[in-house]
DNA sequence: CGCAATTTTGATTTTGATCAACTTCTGTGG
DNA sequence: CCACAGAAGTTGATCAAAATCAAAATTGCG
C-alpha cells in the first residue's frame, strides 16, 4: 500500500496535488467524519485532478472501470444507451457528488458521464481506495453508505418515473435541486440550470415540450419563474403540497 | 471479532447453522471466488436463517437497519411509499439475490420488503461483514460488486420506466424474469409469476388493465402463452428484437 | 454577427388510465 | 368436499395526459 501512495505523491500528472484535507467540499464527499491522521492518508489516495471541458466525456460506457471520481467544479450527466438508439439521462452531479460506481460489478462502465459546462474532477483509484479502507474502517463505512445512498436515491428515481404525473416530476426535480445546491451553500430558490429541456425530458422520461409547458404552466401559476435557464422558486411550500398531497391514484 | 463469530456459533436460533460453505446458491450470492479458508470465515458471517410467510414483512420502511438478506428460498418484493399514499414496488428478489442495501446510507431502511411466498432468508449482521470483510479483501471486494449491480440494475429499470413503452416494458420484465430463472438452472422460458398483475404493474408503472392486455397481445401475436400465472415464451428471439428494434424515439 | 441549437406555443393524435361489468380463481369454514 | 366470498384477472368503452407534428421565436456559440 504504501508505495502505491508514495507514487501518487511523486506523480501530479495534471494538477497539484489534490489535498482532501484542504478541500472545501470535505463534507460533502468521501471523506466524511475522519480524524485528521486518517485524511492526510486519503490525500495520497487521491492521486490526480481532471479537468473536462464542456461537452466531452469523463468515461464512457464500455470503458473499463479504474476510478470513481469526486466532481470537483462544474456539473455533469450520465446517460445509458440501449443497443437501439434508445438513450436515457440516468443523473446529474454536481459538485461534491461522486461518480463512476456503476463501473465496479463489471470492472465496465455502462453509462456515459459527459460534463455539461467545464469541470474537473478528483480521480480516486478504485483499488486503491479498496486497499486504503481495508486499514480505516471508518473510510470504508463511509464508502459503503456512498454506494447505498446512490441505490436509495435511484429507488426515489423509479418512484417519480413510475407514479408520478408529469408536472409533479418537474416539480421534483426543481425542489430536487434546490435541496442540493442549499446544502453546498447556494442560494435555495434561484438558481441555473446547466441541462437542456430536452435532458431534464429524458431525465424524468418526458418530452422536451412537455418540459417546457410545466414551466410555463408553474409560472402561469406563480409558483416559479422561468427565465431561460435561470430557475426561482417563489412558493416552496405550496409546490411541496403539489407533490405530496396529490391523488395517490397511479 | 473473534467473540463475534463465536456468539454466532453459539447461537442457532431459528435454524440449523446457515453453513455458505454447504449452500447450493453459493455463486450467487455474497461468497463468489472465495477460497476455502475464506468461506468458512464466513460460515461464522451468517448467524441465522429467518422464515417469512408470504405476506409477511422481511422488513419495513423505517425499521433500523442492522443486517442485508440473501434469499435463500422464495421470492419477495420491495415497495417504497411516499408520505401520501402513494406506493410502488421497485424490486422483485429471488433466491440467491440480496436485498435490504439500501439500509445501508441511513442506517434505516426506505422500503419494505414482503414475502410473496412463504420464503427463508439467510441473515447477514452488516456490522460484522464490514469487520470480517476488513480482513477478507476478496469479501470486501465482492460486497462492492453487489452493491454496484444494484446501482446498474436500478439505473436499467429507469430506463426502462423512462424510455419504454407499455407493451415493451412487459416484454423486458419476463424477458428478465427469464434471465434470472436461467442463472439458477431452472427452465428459461416456462415460469410461474409469483406476483400479481397489479403488482407487475406497479413495478412498471402501468396499471393492472393495461398489464393483463399487453399480456392477452402478446399471447395473440404468439409470442407468449399466458395461462393465469404460468408463463411460456414461444419466441424468445421475436421478443428480443421486439424489444431492441422499436423505433428509438422517447 | 449569423446560423444552428434551443425553446415556446399551438393543433392533433396516440397511448395508457379510468370506469365498469363480468369471469375465474383461491382459500376458508361448514 | 362443496359452497361461497373476496381477490385477481380479463375485456370493453370512454377519457385524459402526454407524445407527436409543426411553426415561430429566442438564444448562444463560433
Known sequence: MNELSRQATLNPIHAPHAACSQCNLQELCLPVGL???????????????????????????????????????????????????????????MAGEVLGMDGISAETHHCDAIALEDSEVCLIPFNQLESVSLKVPTLQRHLHRVLS???????????????????????????????????????????????????????LGLKLETVS????????????????KRIRLMDTARLKKLLSHDDASR
Do not use: P, W
Open 213 to 228: 409547458r410545466a414551466f410555463s404552466h408553474l409560472q402561469e401559476e406563480g409558483l416559479v419563474q422561468v427565465e431561460k
Open 35 to 93: 480524524t485528521t491522521a486518517e485524511l492526510s492518508t486519503i490525500d495520497h489516495l487521491v492521486s490526480e485532478r481532471r479537468k473536462v471541458a464542456r461537452g466531452d466525456a469523463l468515461f464512457c460506457s464500455g470503458d473499463h472501470f479504474t476510478a470513481i471520481y469526486a466532481v470537483k467544479l462544474g456539473f455533469f450527466k450520465t446517460e445509458v444507451l440501449s443497443e437501439d438508439g434508445r438513450h436515457q439521462v440516468t443523473s446529474f452531479y
Open 149 to 203: 445512498r446512490e441505490i436509495v436515491r435511484d429507488q426515489g428515481m423509479m418512484m417519480m418515473l413510475g407514479a408520478m404525473r408529469a408536472e409533479e416530476r418537474v416539480i421534483a426535480f426543481l425542489l430536487n435541486l434546490s435541496q442540493r445546491y442549499i446544502a453546498r451553500g447556494y442560494a435555495a430558490a434561484d438558481f441555473n440550470l446547466r441541462m437542456t429541456r430536452e435532458e431534464i425530458g429524458s431525465y
